[in-house]
């Protein structure tokens, strides 16, 4: 039986083996050695635990690396290394010299590439943890080298958690579309800390369509999205507009018998309806910028369904009749809703 994401993760192996990224990790079937997909996962991370456990050991003087690859714990921190391997009876005192600072190098050399690769494998499992719940179908696109080779070496210097998660979220989402993140959002992300990653993520409950509503400042304000925090965002480069006055959207029907537009929202969407296929609504909205709507694609976030149906009544006023739909993408261009919620003014 298929499982909802298996071709996704196919599509995501056959892309990282070819390039030889995420090596330290078995490319994944839908049983391979009678195992599933979760259980081999675990060890592996198990695996990669206990392998940042010996780096950071080996970087504090705790152990030492063999030239077998076999790990020697010391019975105390070592100050400096003369040799990468000593004997039961060997002594270790302190030297300074060519062969002691050529050893330390090519030791530091060593746990250094270890901690990259242990952080872009873990990458890679929260990306396919994404994509064996996603049913949509992969694109016939293949990812550019030299994007995938940025996003290793990004994913690579980050060890924390979250932070991690965030370029899983982000190799999956280039492998569901490729070409969907920039190397410029590349570079954002690079630099984004952990606390604004928070903040954009907060926003990201609030965007509908690449927009946020203005004329909804109670509820925003009521949320944590104040002026004050759009301003915020805004100098971030996530949005722009934010001080200027009367920007607006017109919405048009996208077919031709009558109107018919789906607004979507973290796995929602607002779809407004009317006989005549030549009307139009408009709405005052702050805008997203390019780099803040990549953004918007990176994690599955909570609607907020009070403001979505406060949206939906905005729209009642402009002549339109609107449902709330739970929506589903599945392509890169089409979605099914169900669980229509029709809004009242």
Do not use: C
Not at 208 to 227: M, P, S, V, W, Y
């Amino acid at each position: 039986m298929e499982l909802p994401g298996e071709k996704l993760i196919i599509k995501l192996w056959e892309t990282l083996a070819e390039k030889g990224v995420g090596s330290l990790l078995s490319p994944w079937q839908v049983k391979r050695d009678g195992r599933a997909r979760i259980e081999v996962r675990r060890e592996e991370l198990l695996a990669l635990a206990q392998a940042e456990t010996d780096a950071a050991d080996i970087r504090a003087g705790r152990k030492r690396l063999a030239f077998d690859g076999s790990m020697r714990l010391l019975s105390a921190p070592v100050s400096d290394a003369s040799s990468a391997e000593t004997s039961p009876s060997d002594s270790i005192e302190p030297t300074l010299g060519l062969q002691s600072i050529a050893t330390q190098s090519l030791l530091n050399d060593v746990v250094d590439a270890s901690r990259k690769e242990i952080n872009t494998s873990k990458a890679v499992i929260f990306a396919e943890e994404i994509l064996a719940n996603d049913s949509q179908l992969p694109p016939d696109r293949a990812i550019d080298d030299d994007w995938l080779f940025t996003w290793r070496d990004y994913a690579a210097r980050v060890s924390n958690e979250e932070l991690q998660r965030l370029w899983g979220s982000v190799l999956a989402g280039e492998v569901k579309s490729p070409g969907n993140f920039s190397f410029r959002t590349l570079d954002f992300l690079r630099a984004l800390s952990k606390a604004e990653a928070e903040k954009v993520s907060q926003l990201a409950r609030f965007v509908i369509e690449g927009r946020i509503l203005r004329n909804q400042e109670q509820h925003l304000d009521k949320h944590g999205i104040t002026f004050t925090r759009l301003l915020e965002m805004q100098d971030l480069g996530v949005i722009s507009g934010v001080e200027s006055i009367g920007l607006t959207t017109t919405y048009k029907s996208v077919t031709p018998d009558k109107f018919r537009r789906a607004l979507r929202s973290n796995g929602k969407a607002l779809l407004v309806d009317s006989e005549d296929a030549a009307k139009e609504f408009k709405l005052e909205v702050y805008l997203l910028t390019g780099v803040g709507t990549q953004l918007m694609g990176l994690g599955s976030f909570e609607p907020d369904i009070e403001y979505l149906r406060l949206v939906g009544k905005q729209i009642l006023t402009q002549g339109f009749s609107v449902q709330l739909v739970d929506w589903k993408q599945i392509s890169e261009s089409e979605g099914n809703y169900s669980n229509a919620e029709k809004i009242d003014a």
